[in-house]
Nanobody, 116 residues
């Protein structure tokens, strides 16, 4: 079982920045991939970004160029740096990991609200 704990959410004005953190209970290099998803009210959960064990990153078109996913292997932590935030980025952000066997794990989520 893998535990994931997110932090860093909050209220920010449009154009502002936030950095989310996801601390894992295990060596993140044993995960096939780790990433971020988000769910806005009344909408389905959607992919935001991920990073593979080999370091390859992927982004949703809607955040490309504004968000950056990174990791600190020693700290077993994955980050999501979010810049130029828009009201449309408002959502609960969830950390996800996929094990080598294909098992999916989720964090509890952290709220991000972009509003003036």
């Amino acid at each position: 079982q893998v535990q994931l704990v997110e932090s860093g959410g909050g209220l920010v004005q449009p154009g502002g920045s936030l950095r989310l953190s996801c601390a894992a209970s295990t060596n993140i290099l044993t995960m096939r991939a780790m990433g971020w998803y988000r769910q806005a009210p009344g909408k389905q959960r959607e992919f935001v970004a991920d990073v593979s064990a080999g370091g390859t990153t992927n982004y949703a078109n809607s955040v490309q160029g504004r968000f950056t996913i990174s990791r600190d292997i020693a700290k077993k932590t994955v980050y999501l740096q979010m810049n130029s935030l828009k009201p449309g980025d408002t959502a609960v952000y969830y950390c996800n990991s996929i094990s080598a066997k294909g098992q999916s794990y989720w964090g509890q989520g952290t709220q991000v609200t972009v509003s003036s």
